[in-house]
Nanobody, 123 residues
Framework: VQLQACGGGLVQAGGSLRLSCAASGRTFSWYFMGWFRQAPGKEREFVAAISGSGSSTYYADSVKGRFTISRDNAKNTVYLQMNNLKPDDTAVYYC?????????????????WGQGTLVTVSS
C-alpha cells in the first residue's frame, strides 16, 4: 500500500482544513486507517482512526468534537476534516494503514505510512 497525503497549509486559529490521503496498491477497504501528527520537538501522536468499513471511528481527546475522520473506499481515500483549529494543532500530519484493529492508537502497529503534510495554525 502506498499512501499520499495532502491538504495541509497555513490557517488562522478557528479556521478549517481538510486533509486527504490517497492509497494505491492492495484493497483499501481491508485496512484500518489512522492519522497521526508530530509537532517540532515532540513525539508522533495519535489523532484519529477509522475501521475498514468506516463504521467505527476513534479520536484523541485533544481533537474530539473538532476533527472528523472519514473514508471513501470507492476512491481509496481517507479524510481528516479539521475544524476550529488551534495553534497547538500545528504539526506534520501523517496518514497510516494497518491490517488489524488492535492498538490502533499506537503508531508502532501501522505498517504503511504516507509522507506527511504540514499544518500550521497561526494565533
Amino acid at each position: 500500500v502506498q499512501l499520499q497525503a495532502c491538504g495541509g497549509g497555513l490557517v488562522q486559529a478557528g479556521g478549517s482544513l481538510r486533509l486527504s490521503c490517497a492509497a494505491s496498491g492492495r484493497t483499501f477497504s481491508w485496512y484500518f486507517m489512522g492519522w497521526f501528527r508530530q509537532a517540532p520537538g515532540k513525539e508522533r501522536e495519535f489523532v484519529a482512526a477509522i475501521s475498514g468499513s468506516g463504521s467505527s471511528t476513534y479520536y484523541a481527546d485533544s481533537v474530539k468534537g473538532r476533527f472528523t475522520i472519514s473514508r471513501d473506499n470507492a476512491k481509496n481515500t481517507v479524510y481528516l476534516q479539521m475544524n476550529n483549529l488551534k495553534p497547538d494543532d500545528t504539526a506534520v500530519y501523517y496518514c497510516a494503514a494497518r491490517s488489524d484493529g488492535s492498538s490502533i492508537r499506537r503508531a508502532a502497529g501501522y505498517t504503511y505510512w504516507g509522507q506527511g503534510t504540514l499544518v500550521t495554525v497561526s494565533s
